[in-house]
């Protein structure tokens, strides 16, 4: 496509609930991040992909969430249990160079756990 | 890792005057240093980015300026305008980090 896919746009789910989010890179592109913004705050670290190397989970913010990239291209974001404050815009965003290229952003998945 | 301090966090400025925004980061190996401007329920998109090898770069009405002694780059906007308004986050990698970005920056451009 175009631009970095991501789905759904928006998810509502009940607190204890599973929820899976998937971002569509553009092609080609070797890096893949995953971000976290809560209304009006900042760019939340996730979890980083870089071609076949492991990937950096140093921001997940705990063992329920989970990410994984198949075939080097899509890659889906997994929260299990969710909890009220897992609500937030979670932004894919993939780049063609590993570090130093254009991070072209998703439109966002909104989740909401009531 | 990389840790990129962003300042200030909210700025409010007149149309027409100039903005200007600093980041500092931690990590001397850095070599890419761009800036990201979010519209109000938009994602973020590239406006600038510069690399180590020069000291200054301008698109227009935007400039960046490094200083790779002091570890530390700013985002200079002249003759602001009401569409500028939006929250800036500056960033920084190098090829064996991956892109740490800063708090961001509430920027209000008051007609």
């Known amino acids: 496509g175009a631009g970095v896919s991501q789905s759904p746009s928006n998810k509502v789910t009940e607190k204890g609930k599973d929820v899976e989010l998937r971002c569509d890179p553009i092609s080609g592109h070797t890096a893949l991040y995953w971000y976290r913004q809560s209304l009006g705050q900042g760019l939340e670290f996730l979890i980083y992909f870089q071609g076949n190397s492991a990937p950096d989970k140093s921001g997940l913010p705990s063992d329920r969430f989970s990410a994984e990239r198949t075939g080097g291209s899509v890659s889906t974001l997994t929260i299990q249990r969710t909890q009220q404050e897992d609500s937030a815009v979670y932004l894919c965003a993939s780049s063609l160079l590993a570090n130093t290229g254009e991070l072209f952003f998703g439109e966002g998945s909104r989740l909401t756990v009531l | 890792g990389e840790n990129v301090e962003q300042h200030p966090s909210t700025l409010s400025v007149q149309e027409g005057d100039s903005a200007v925004i600093k980041c500092t980061y931690s990590d001397s190996a850095s070599n890419y240093f761009p800036w990201y401007k979010q519209e109000l329920g938009k994602r973020p998109q590239l406006i600038i980015d510069?690399?180590?090898?020069?000291g200054e770069k301008k698109d227009q009405r935007i400039a960046v300026t490094l200083n790779k002694t002091a570890k530390h780059f700013s985002l200079h906007i002249t003759e602001t305008q009401p569409e500028d308004s939006a929250v800036y986050f500056c960033?920084?990698?190098?090829?064996?980090?991956?892109?740490?970005f800063g708090e961001g920056t509430q920027l209000t451009v008051n007609p």
């Open positions: 960033a920084a990698s190098g090829a064996g980090s991956r892109l740490t």
């Open positions: 510069i690399r180590s090898n020069v």
